[in-house]
């Protein structure tokens, strides 16, 4: 996979890659397994793998954090370093919590609200996607010594993330509305889809935060 491998030898950044590429695969486990829940599948491969993929990502940030507490040289302060961090692992960190809630209980019975909510999690993917295009860009920016057109394609990319995080907002609203409105025969499973959409939400919400996070080093 050639997603986020650095091309500049070992660094902090090639660790970050490594760990924008495992929140990337928490959340492709996490859209599996709600499409799975969808269907009255078995969902519990697709929760151990979001769960692990979780915990890998964990451990790329607690050796990201080791290592800032020495001496690093940086094109940024640490402090906004460790921003970037934090906001891309809350990502892995809500994708693991939907997974979590699924496995409570069988969602709503109901045909157009599975629908819409996997419609949701696409969005949400699709959000997370745009996400490490973004993150590609970074690693590129960087080794082109922060050229001004790799620069300005950054800042598009991050404008992009920022829009199909809304268009992610508008399926969860498209959700919770239909849930709300037809679930008062199930309200136990209409409330438990609920917070699945409402932690699908946050999942999108941590990609929009972490695609900010990168403007300092796309104004740099």
């Given amino acids: 996979m050639k997603f986020f ?15 924008a590429a495992k929140a990337l695969e928490t959340v492709e486990h996490m ?30 940030k607690n050796e990201l954090r080791g290592v800032m507490r020495g001496s690093v040289r940086l094109a940024i302060s640490k402090e906004v370093f460790l921003d970037m961090i934090t906001r891309q692992d809350r990502i892995a960190d809500y994708a693991e919590n939907v997974t979590e809630i699924i496995s ?26 745009e996400y490490a295009k973004a993150v590609e860009k970074l690693q590129e920016l960087m080794e082109s010594g922060f050229a001004t057109k790799v620069k300005e394609e950054l800042h598009q990319l991050i404008a992009s ?5 809304h268009q992610a907002d508008e399926k969860e609203a498209a959700t919770a ?14 409330a438990h889809m609920y917070r699945v959409a409402q932690r699908l939400d946050d999942v999108a919400n941590a990609t929009e935060h972490a695609a900010n996070s990168l403007l300092p080093l796309a104004s740099h």
């Fill in 177 to 190: 509305a239909y849930v709300f409105s037809h679930g008062d025969d199930a309200p136990l499973a209409a």
């Fill in 31 to 60: 859209e599996r397994c709600v499409a799975i829940a969808c269907d009255d599948g078995d969902t519990a491969e697709a929760i151990a793998a979001t769960s692990n993929a979780e915990l890998e990502a964990d451990g790329l």
């Fill in 5 to 19: 491998e650095s091309r500049i030898g070992p660094s902090v950044f090639e660790t970050y890659y490594r760990h």
């Fill in 104 to 129: 409570f209980r069988p969602l709503y019975e109901d045909a157009q609200a599975r629908k819409l909510l996997l419609a949701q999690a696409q969005s949400v993917q699709a959000t997370v996607n």
């Fill in 161 to 165: 993330v920022n829009l199909l995080e």
